[in-house]
């Protein structure tokens, strides 16, 4: 049996362009090795659940000599995303105050202004590509807001998120590309700037508030650096691609986007469906502490595990009909903004996003369509994130 198993190379354009049907290769098997590297490839979703959720025995800290780079944004600095407890739960709780309930509401009426604004432009223009001329903008106009990064600049963000992204597509055992350390370097300079900026003139904004706990000794100076470029690449790059990925899954399947125009109040549930069905984070890494087995299969301490979230979320163990887009699917317990302890803090605030993204498009344009249904999208992002390059809409 295993000689039948599956060679998966995530870094293939072809499974990049539609991963799901070697998803289901996949899930026929016991986890398997990567061949390309040392790790263990996770697909079923109660494998999955069990390795995000038992972070006593799975680590989100990973050796710097890990096959799979972290893009070198932080320099060594503690994260909420590669760190454990005590450290992971002193960052998380030092940023969770900015993303409750109330205050993630609160933002409602900014991120339909902002929408709106970006939508006038592509009415005003007749031609409307979705990824370069909203999903792309509308993210990273509301974190650079939170951080309090002027509006000038925020173009400039974005370009240097896109590009440090993109470089994800290169195989781990490659260099990174010179544009991408550029782009690194580049982010780490201006957000030091900023730092020291706000430290003699701070305002009401997430970085000063983030140097109020610095001074508090709550966070390192490299830990404050580190924080800011977390938030700002988590912060935009998850949205975008889940404006992107959800259109065309509307776009893709016409009855359900007639029955959302017709049945508004489903906004909310066509949200998580569009998180299951093509997920912006396909996947997710954790490392071993102790010898242990994943569906049969035994682990050494120090092995690296690779959860795919996407392919749980398509698992018809757990799915009914996995592989249908139903915008009214209940119950939908998926995987995409990860489980357990380092389940993505802003998830309430990508779901608000979305949900006033999409409302505010279908709302404009009631004839949104794709320009040419006959091209096939193009893809960026590799293994973990997934995110359309460009997709032209008629209006």
């Known amino acids: 049996m295993e000689s039948d198993a599956p060679v998966f190379n995530p870094f293939d354009p072809e499974v990049r362009a539609n991963p799901y049907p070697h998803y289901v290769r996949l899930r026929q098997f016991p986890p398997l090795k990567l061949p390309m590297v040392s790790a263990l490839l996770v697909s079923r979703y109660d494998d999955v659940e069990r390795v995000l959720t038992d972070s006593d025995l799975f680590s989100n800290h990973r050796p710097q000599n890990t096959p799979f780079r972290q893009l070198d944004l932080t320099a060594g600095a503690a994260t909420m995303l590669g760190a454990d407890p005590p450290v992971h739960t002193r960052l998380r709780q030092l940023v969770s105050r900015d993303f409750t309930p109330r205050r993630v509401s609160a933002m409602a009426p900014r991120i339909r202004q902002v929408a709106g604004e970006l939508l006038d432009r592509v009415e005003a223009g007749g031609a409307f590509e979705l990824m370069a001329d909203f999903a792309n903008e509308l993210p990273v106009l509301v974190i ?96 975008t691609n889940l404006i992107g990925n959800g259109m065309l899954a509307l776009l893709r399947h016409p009855d359900q986007l007639a029955r959302l125009r017709r049945e508004p109040p489903l906004m909310e549930s066509a949200i998580e469906e569009m998180l299951r069905f093509d997920s912006p984070v396909q996947g997710a890494i954790r490392l071993a502490r102790r010898r242990t087995e994943i569906g049969g299969v035994e682990i050494e301490p120090g092995t690296l595990v690779v959860v795919m979230l996407a392919a749980a979320n398509r698992d018809p163990s757990h799915f009914a009909r ?22 993505c803090l802003g998830a309430q605030l990508a779901r ?37 390059s460009a997709l032209p809409l008629s209006i």
Do not use: C
């Open 144 to 239: 650079a807001e939170m951080l309090g990064i002027p509006t000038e600049r925020h173009r400039e963000f974005k370009a240097w998120s896109n590009t440090i992204v993109a470089s994800s597509a290169v195989p781990p055992y490659m260099p990174r590309p010179p544009e991408a350390i550029e782009a690194t370097a580049a982010l780490r300079d201006y957000l030091a700037g900023e730092i020291e900026r706000r430290r003699h003139s701070p305002g009401a904004d997430l970085i000063s508030a983030l140097i109020a706990s610095q001074a508090a000794e709550v966070l390192t100076p490299g830990e404050l650096l580190a924080f800011l470029i977390l938030l700002l690449m988590a912060g935009n790059e998850t949205t």
């Open 322 to 343: 996995p592989d249908e887009f139903d915008i009214a699917r209940d119950p939908n317990e998926h995987l995409a903004f990860g489980r357990g302890i380092h389940f």
């Open 352 to 388: 608000l996003e979305g949900s006033i993204a999409f409302s505010a498009m279908l709302e404009r344009f009631p004839n949104l369509a794709l320009a040419d249904a006959s091209v096939r999208p193009g893809y960026r992002g590799s293994l973990f994130l997934r995110g359309l």
